[in-house]
């Protein structure tokens, strides 16, 4: 837990510069803008820390995005009920990750390779599906899940809150939280000891693909469209807020909680440059900047306790 | 050890803070926000430039933003709410997704402050649905600019011949208005016939492989319609790595100084000029007109001419 303090500490920070620096940014409208902005990426990054843990990585999760979305679309302009859609956009984002799953463990393909893969075969299925046009058009039923809110919170916020809640819980208190990280920090040992390692990994890759799929619903219905080009480079943006977030690139090491904070660092730098009026040209010298910074510093930390590094 | 990376981001922060230009509340001077689809092309980089221009010679003061990628319509949105909440007192915008980006208007509505679109319509249907409206449209209209670019090449071939399309981002308003208004001439041509059609997603690079291909699968294509310059600047360039400069001939769209550098020097036929410039000037100015309380006219149609030469 002392290491989510760092990245917490850093998060604070960047807030109290942000609130000297602009008077528009610490208002409850803003800061609500501010998490609302960060559950696309937030609630990806999720899965992609379940990845990383195992010592993974996942680049398909945005083509995934784009293809869930427009699964979604097609089953809902085929005339089935919404919320079947719905369903079927989440089965689409699940299969896919499954498939990483099984290239990763049964095919025994490098986690970066199978996913490479992934991530051109779904943007291609995601465009071939949509005849590369947008589908569009919505009940407000369903774009309530991106427009609502509950006493003031936006839908999104809650939703994001709640899929933090059930990951931490399931890292901390289960045995596939604690088998994601045994395999992260020694896979060998940890299947000479019995884990059934091949069964979890898959699990870990259907988890991202499923998350993204959720993603994907929540962009359907803030943008009341389906996109085959929706997603491009989520996947870096969530290997960030990962890696910011305290997470370790080798596995074995790193929670949730960081990424959520990783995740809102991202989003109130994004939010603060704007409210700044920086150009956009310095906005992602600055990203990068931040990134490369908190990475620096979470090193030098693991050095110095003598951990390992990246 | 925390203590470190703290002062290490306050300090990167602190300075990026220095270094930006800031001038919120440092005055009475009305602010507008033009958020474009990107920076990284040299017809949103023109249009930029004539509302600086304006908006200097007015005593406005302008925060320019834009998403990291064109077709990043949500980032886009993100944008224009968190200007939002700047107190921006009107916002320009051209908008990354014709339909998707109706409920940020929406939101700007809410917030009192008049909308002024540029170059690309929203969606009428979807501004009616969420009851959102815009003070305005400035913009050429694209589709009589493909018809400009379908009688060219119609003419140029003497109605007989086999031709190929490249296409923007599929679903974009602009782009889709080209490439309507160019079909629509190519159709009362019957001799004339579009043998492919496929997207490079308006970039450069993918104009060049999609060209490369057309031309191996159809080796007596005539003539190439561009949705954009850039992708007709693609195209010029698989053309000349076939060594066939000359025989196809290219049309684009934007009369980028590059693109009329190509016509000039005979590698590409012609392009149709749009005014980005005037565009974004237009776009400060109408903001202006509102801001002192007078009416702009719904429809603010900006020039659009064939340039060959």
Known sequence: ??????????????????????????????????????????????????????????????????????????????????????????????????????????????????????????RGGALMLSDGRPISGYPATFREMATGDVMGVPAPVLLMLAIYGVAHFVLTRTTLG??????????????????????????VYGIAGLLSAVTALLLVARLDSAQPIAGIMYELDAIAAVVIGGTSLLGGSGSVIGTLIGALIMGVLRNGLNLLGVSSYLQQVAIGGVIIVAVLMDMTLRRRARLPTE | MSVKRVRWVAVFVAGLSWACNRGDGAGDAPSVALVLKTLNSPFFIELEAGARQAADSLGIELVVQAPDREIDVERQMQIIENLLQTGIDVLTLTPSGSREIVSAIAEANQAGVPVVIVDTRADAQALAEAEATIATFIGSDNVDGGRIAGRFVAEALGGQGRVAVVEGIPGHETGDSRLRGFREVIAEHPGISIVASQTANWERDQAFNVTQNMLQSHSDLQAIFAANDMMALGAVEAIAAAGRTGDVLVVGFDALDEARQAIREGRMAATIAQHPRDMGRLAIESAWSILQGDTVPAEQPVGIELVTE
């Not at chain 1, 998490?35 to 990845?51: D, P, R, Y």
Request: a neutral charge; hydrophobic letters at 55%; proline letters at 3%.
């Open chain 1, 1 to 122: 837990m002392r290491r989510e303090f760092g990245t917490l500490a850093g998060l604070l920070v960047l807030c109290v510069v942000l609130w000297f620096a602009t008077p528009h940014f610490l208002t409850t409208a803003n800061l609500l803008n501010v998490v609302e902005q960060s559950t696309l990426i937030g609630i990806i990054a999720v899965g992609m820390t379940f990845v990383i843990l195992t010592a993974g990585i996942d680049l398909s999760v945005g083509s995934i995005v784009a293809l869930s979305g427009v699964a979604m679309g097609t089953a809902f302009r085929a005339g089935l009920p919404v919320f079947a859609a719905a369903l079927t956009g989440l089965a689409v984002g699940l299969a896919c990750g499954l498939a990483n799953g099984a290239l990763i463990t049964l095919g025994r393909l490098p986690p970066f390779i199978a996913t490479l893969g992934m991530m051109s075969i779904a």
């Open chain 1, 178 to 203: 604690r088998y994601t990280y045994a395999i992260g920090g020694n896979e060998e040992a940890a299947e000479l000891s019995g884990i059934g390692v091949r069964a979890y990994k898959s699990a």
